[in-house]
């Protein structure tokens, strides 16, 4: 994710340890923050992937159960749904996700993950939460703390939810279809947040309306005439057509698609044929597709096929012997921050936190299934995702410096400063409760 000029020239400007003003629940947090701790060092040492976080959601179910929730597991496979009934008042749902990924741990941390496992590809891999949900998870108890220490101070519905399988973009969908909507109590709001590895640990990142991407994965398989490389006139050679794809698709985005609605279609991987003398008889094409509105993805997805044969005829393919697209589904669908509840939250973060650590940040084309939850009723709810900076100080004065670079998230090395991340996480999510489900009255 990169976020720009502005927010190098504001890192200078935190002040991570002073509140903004005096903040019991800050007090309190603070009291937990040893256990959160302890938490947030098991988990990160028991990573689970995508749809096997069996352990991880027993663990967490018990904690909800103890704080008075009434808890459900299983909701989309791995699920965990947490409600918390506090008088007649909105439905506020808290989410964090679970599952690692499927990496071996290069940080040297002395909790480090040793975990193992065997993912869809197969091959045996380490474990390791790289994109920091362990810190999610560890945030999002901190929050179920707090707010169930102050149900007097707060009035409505409270839903919490731990979603499995975020990595393959396929865990919202799994909980929504499995009756999230339905069978438990309807959202108003819902809010999250994610760490990121491009600013100070401890500083709120947030992006009003489009925050992250609709991401597609395309494959395209291009048949064609094998035979000796000494020949090529007896063949109709899949490389060459499937290079004459890969350079006609880059004119998508620099000559169809407006320069002001950012769009990425970028081929990931080429496969075709296995000897040096040896035209292929087939290609392979992978594709990593990014917009932000359906109409830039429909634009996007449309071209890519009429590209494909297009090339496919000009190369004299027969129809029998034409390419085939494949979007693979479900999909990933962008996340999109209603900018004005955004800036609601955004408004008593300011508050709490003082202006220096809240800053917008520049949308980015990564993605998020948590876009599901408001595109399931997008006329009834509204939702918010903001970062939480997770890059230790000083590591990121020395990248500032150009005396180093910071691993992103989804690397081996990834090691935020986690004890920061969770505080700020679980502040952010408990206090954005309470200024949405305020006491009658009060």
């Known amino acids: 994710m990169h976020i720009g000029h502005k927010l190098i020239a504001t890192a200078s400007l935190l002040a991570i340890a002073a509140p903004a003003q005096a903040n019991d629940l800050r007090d309190d947090l603070m009291a937990d923050m040893p256990g959160l701790m302890e938490l947030y060092r098991d988990l990160h040492q028991h990573p689970e992937l995508s ?7 027993a663990k967490l179910a018990g904690m909800m159960r103890e704080l008075g929730f009434e808890v459900t597991e299983g909701v989309g496979q791995t699920g965990v749904v947490s409600v918390m009934r506090n008088g007649d008042g909105p439905t ?7 599952d690692g990924l499927p990496l071996v741990e290069k940080t040297g941390l002395p909790y480090a993950s040793t975990q193992v ?8 891999t380490g474990v390791m939460h790289a994109c920091g949900h362990d810190t999610h998870m560890a945030g999002f108890i901190g929050a179920a703390q707090l707010l169930s220490e102050r149900k007097d101070e707060w009035q409505g519905t409270l839903v919490m939810i731990l979603q499995p399988a975020e990595e393959l973009g396929l865990g919202a969908v799994a909980m929504l279809e499995d009756g999230l909507y339905e069978r438990f109590p309807k959202p108003d709001y819902v809010v999250a947040f994610h760490d990121a590895a491009q600013f100070p640990a401890g500083m709120i990142g947030y992006s009003p309306g489009y925050a992250l991407a609709n991401v597609d994965s395309v494959d395209i398989t291009i048949p064609g005439v094998g035979g000796h490389g000494a020949y090529p006139h007896t063949t109709k050679d899949p490389v060459v057509l499937a290079s004459a794809i890969v350079m006609k698709l880059q004119t998508l985005v620099s000559r ?9 279609v970028t081929v990931g991987s080429f496969h075709a044929g296995h000897k040096h003398n040896i035209i292929s008889d087939e290609a392979r094409l992978q594709l990593t597709v990014r917009s932000y509105t359906d109409e830039s993805r429909k634009l996007l997805l449309d071209g890519i096929e009429r590209i494909v044969r297009g090339e496919a005829i000009a190369a004299g393919m027969p129809d029998e012997k034409m390419p085939t697209v494949t979007v693979i589904e479900p999909y ?34 990564g993605g998020e299934d948590f876009g599901q939850f408001k595109r399931a009723a997008p006329d009834d709810v509204k939702s918010l995702i903001f970062w939480v900076g997770g890059v230790p100080q000083e590591e990121f004065d020395a990248a500032q410096r150009g005396e180093g670079s910071l691993p992103s998230l989804h690397s081996p090395f990834w090691a935020p400063d986690a004890e920061k991340v969770i505080a700020t996480g679980a502040e952010g999510l408990a206090s954005a409760a309470l200024d949405l489900m305020p006491r009658s009255g009060g």
């Open 51 to 57: 749809f096997e976080e069996h352990r991880t959601a």
């Open 92 to 98: 506020v749902m808290l989410r964090a996700d679970m």
């Open 117 to 124: 496992a065997t993912p869809a590809s197969g091959v045996e």
């Open 256 to 264: 169809e698609s407006s320069p002001l609605d950012p769009a990425v």
């Open 332 to 365: 990933t669908p962008s996340t999109f921050n209603d900018p004005d509840f955004t800036e609601n939250v955004m408004t008593g973060f300011r508050a709490r936190f003082g202006e220096s650590r809240v800053v917008q940040v520049p949308s980015v084309m």
